[in-house]
Structure formats: C-alpha cells, structure tokens
C-alpha cells in the first residue's frame, strides 16, 4: 500500500515552461487535493476534487490546472510558471474516521524552484 | 477574514511537557486537527477535536474550547523526535480546512 505518491520530487524551471506535478493514490479515496505550502504561511488550497470527473477551485488557483480522470490520479499543471510558484508543493488525499473528521494523508512533497 | 495563530516557535528540553496554543476565528467550525510535520517531510495527521474537551493519544493530548476559539495540544515526556512543526487547522462552515503556519518546536537535550 503506496498510499500518495508525487513526483518529481524536486524541480527547477525557468519563467514561462509548463510542466505537471503527478500525484496517484492507491487508497481508493474520493477526495484529493493539491496545497502550497511556503514559509511563514499555512498550507494553502490550490484546486480539489470529491471524485472523478469533478474538480473545483481553491483559494490560490490562479496560473494551475487539475483534472481528475481517475479515482486513483490528480495531477496538477502549472500552465507558464512565474517565480511566484516557487514552493512545496503537496498532493493529499483524505479518509473519513470513525468519529466523522476528515484526515489528509498527504504526498512526500514536491519542491519546485522557478528561475 | 479567517484566521489561525499559533506561535511561531518554541523550545522545550527532553523529558519535559510543552503546551503548543491555537487560536482561531473561522466563519463557522466543524472540527479541529492537529498535524505534525518533521522538517522536509509531509505533515501527518496527530489529533482531532469537535466537541469541547480533552482528547488523550499516548504523549499527546489535544484540548478544544470552542466558545473561546482555542486550542491546544500537549505533549508530555518528549522525546528528541518530537522535534518537529505542529500545525493547527480548523474546518469552517463550508467544511474547508484553514491552516496556521505552524509552531516549530525544537528539542534540547
């Protein structure tokens, strides 16, 4: 059982590339999520997704996209990266408990460096 | 707004108890969770309060008041392990997770 696995794990690029972030889950969660994470800051939601074919915008969505073709996959895409989107960025996907809260397993990480 | 304080940072020695605050106001609150999240590493899930009280786990407790909007979660007999950043979040009215930026605490020996 992988659990959430991202990759790259590190990035460097230069201003205007594009690439995608993966992310696949093998927990059969329905919700998935991408969040920045930057110093001095919470962790801030980019885009989600409660299920497959369903994708929604968080509160710092500008310059990403996201799909979600598959229970299992959610990757994310920085369109033309800025130096702005330098960050660690986490994929989660979450589970409900026994007692109702809704926990995030989250990805290792993935550090991106805009040049 | 929203919004989460946590100190930034704090020290404590090994063996010792520490208390690490939360305080929020979100528009509505549907539950509390706290995170621990080694350094270079993803945050892992520690504790969750939706009623008032005390939540016991081994070392670690987790206390909510929520006609006070606070926090906070104990660690006892701390280990040089538990250094680490602690992150509070709240899930607000429309169930979306708001987070602090976290209080990191070091461990001296």
């Known amino acids: 059982n992988a659990g959430v696995t991202q990759t790259p794990k590190f990035q460097v690029l230069k201003t205007g590339q594009s690439m995608t972030l993966q992310c696949a889950q093998d927990?059969?969660?329905?919700?998935m999520s991408w969040y920045r994470q930057d110093p001095g800051m919470g962790l801030r939601l980019i885009h989600y997704?409660?299920?497959?074919?369903?994708?929604d915008q968080g509160e710092v969505p500008n310059g990403y996209n996201v799909s979600r073709s598959t229970t299992e996959d959610f990757p994310l895409r920085l369109l033309s990266a800025a130096p702005s989107q330098t960050s660690v960025y986490f994929c989660a996907s979450s589970y409900t408990t026994g007692s109702g809260a809704n926990v995030l397993t989250f990805g290792a990480g993935s550090r991106l460096t805009v040049l | 707004g929203q919004n989460i304080d946590q100190p930034t940072e704090m020290t404590a020695t090994e063996g010792a108890i520490v208390q690490i605050n939360c305080t929020y106001q979100t528009s509505g609150f549907n539950g509390l969770f706290w995170y621990q999240q080694h350094a270079g590493e993803a945050p892992t899930f520690l504790s969750y309060n939706v009623l008032d009280g005390l939540e016991e786990k081994g070392r670690f407790s987790s206390f909510l008041s929520r006609s006070k909007g606070y926090s906070y979660l104990l660690l006892k007999e701390l280990q040089m392990k538990d250094s680490a950043s602690y992150l509070c979040a709240v899930t607000d009215s429309n169930y979306q997770l708001i987070w602090g930026a976290g209080t990191k605490l070091i461990i001296k020996p």
């Open positions: 927990m059969n969660h329905e919700y």
């Open positions: 997704s409660v299920g497959a074919g369903i994708t």
